[in-house]
């Protein structure tokens, strides 16, 4: 079983240039979510989407976009990355908002 | 916003006991939980508290007070391999998770 799975692992990126980052989840899962890891600020939650259809803001949403426009996939758009994404970026599912969260292995991007 | 605080480093001897402590401060309660996280991978689920008292799976055991807005994370009989992150986690009022930095536990033989 796959799991959840993110693409690519790892991107450099221009300034200015926009960029997509992927995750799929073959679980069925309900709820969905992207966070960035910096080091000393732990994870931050961007978006999330509790079912399919559905997106909320989290906590860091500037600069970032995303779409749920199925169950499996949940991908997360920079329309014009900044240096400041630089960052580990974690997408998570869980079945329903009340269980624990499942993660994926992670992007590391870094924008220049 | 939510304050989840947690020691950034903690040293111990394989074999031994470490308490990793963690205390918040958030806009309702709905569970906290702790995930390991090696170096360079993914966070994994260990425990979850909703409710005050002890949870013990195995080696590691997690205890919640509401009232003090505490936990703590307990890691019996270290293994090298115990070497990693523990990230507490509270989920809030509106179901969302907030991390604490988390605390970078390395044990030594």
């Known amino acids: 079983t796959a799991g959840i799975t993110q693409a690519p692992t790892s991107q450099i990126l221009a300034a200015g240039r926009s960029m997509t980052l992927r995750c799929t989840q073959d679980?069925?899962?309900?709820?969905m979510y992207w966070y960035r890891q910096d080091l000393g600020l732990g994870l931050r939650l961007i978006h999330y989407s509790n079912t399919a259809g559905t997106t909320g803001k989290g906590e860091v949403p500037d600069g970032y976009s995303v779409s749920r426009a199925n169950t499996d996939d949940f991908p997360l758009t920079l329309a014009s990355a900044v240096p400041s994404q630089t960052s580990v970026y974690f997408c998570a599912s869980s079945p329903g908002t009340m269980n624990e969260q499942f993660f994926g292995p992670g992007t590391r991007l870094t924008v220049l | 916003g939510q304050n989840i605080d947690q020691p950034t480093e903690m040293t111990a001897t394989e074999g031994a006991i470490v308490q990793i402590n963690c205390t918040y401060q958030?806009?309702?309660?709905?569970?906290l939980f702790w995930y390991q996280q090696h170096a360079g991978e993914a966070p994994t689920f260990l425990s979850y508290n909703v409710l005050d008292g002890l949870e013990e799976k195995g080696r590691f055991s997690s205890f919640l007070s509401r009232s003090k807005g505490y936990s703590y994370l307990l890691l019996k009989e270290l293994q090298m391999k115990d070497s990693a992150s523990y990230l507490c986690?509270?989920?809030?009022?509106?179901?969302?998770?907030?991390f604490g930095a988390g605390t970078t536990v390395t044990v030594r033989a």
């Open positions: 958030t806009s309702g309660f709905n569970g």
């Open positions: 986690a509270v989920r809030d009022g509106d179901y969302k998770l907030s």
């Open positions: 679980m069925r899962h309900n709820a």
